[in-house]
């Protein structure tokens, strides 16, 4: 598939996360840290990390998102910790510039 969203870095997106025991996708949100001459040079993927509104599990690591819903969020969410690679075809959507403060 072609890759058609222009995305920047800091950019809050919808990707497909691949469940690690299975072939299935689930859409999640996430925010671009790749920089504008990675996202250029490379592609293919891209660097994120990713979002998640399960509050209770929340690392030291990890930000709460303050505005949620200004971030095209659905529910109060957190930055989560890991960096993760997708390739570019995962994108769904782009919510946003993640221009957010966040609380620690």
């Known amino acids: 598939m072609k890759y058609m969203i222009n995305i920047s870095k800091y950019d809050i997106v919808v990707v497909k996360f691949p469940f690690a ?40 690591l990890e930000f709460s998102i303050q505005d949620w819903k200004k971030a095209g969020l659905l529910k109060p969410s957190i930055l989560k910790s890991a960096i993760a690679t997708i390739e570019k075809d995962f994108v769904v959507a782009k919510l946003v510039v993640f221009k957010i403060l966040c609380q620690h």
Do not use: H
């Open 21 to 60: 025991s299975s072939l299935k996708y689930k859409a999640r949100p996430a925010v671009v840290l790749s920089s504008e001459t990675y996202n250029q040079n490379k592609r293919d993927t891209l660097i994120i990390l990713a979002i998640s509104s399960s509050l209770e599990n929340k690392l030291d």
